[in-house]
């Protein structure tokens, strides 16, 4: 798939500089940043869930102790 953006000049000229600092394409450079955004924000919405099931009392937290205890270890 292929995307096409407009940049300005000075856009571009950052882009380039960015690509040409790190040895990688134009083309790596969006593609790295784009998926690099979306890593963090997936993490940042699986701990708001938590958060909220935490809030809500659906998460029931065990010490290591405990836990090696259940798993008889």
Avoid: C, N
């Avoid at 292929?2 to 882009?15: D, G, K, M, Q, V």
């Avoid at 500089?17 to 997936?42: C, G, M, P, Q, T």
Wanted: charged share 40%; aromatic share 10%; hydrophobic share 40%.
């Amino acid at each position: 798939m292929a995307f096409s953006i407009r940049l300005t000049p000075e856009e571009r000229a950052l882009a380039e500089s960015y690509a040409k600092i790190h040895s990688i394409s134009v083309s790596e450079a969006f593609k790295r940043a784009l998926f690099e955004r979306i890593e963090d924000e997936y993490d940042l919405q699986i701990i708001k869930d938590y958060e909220q099931r935490k809030k809500d009392g659906a998460v029931e937290l065990v010490d290591h102790e405990q836990l090696w205890k259940e798993l008889d270890i």
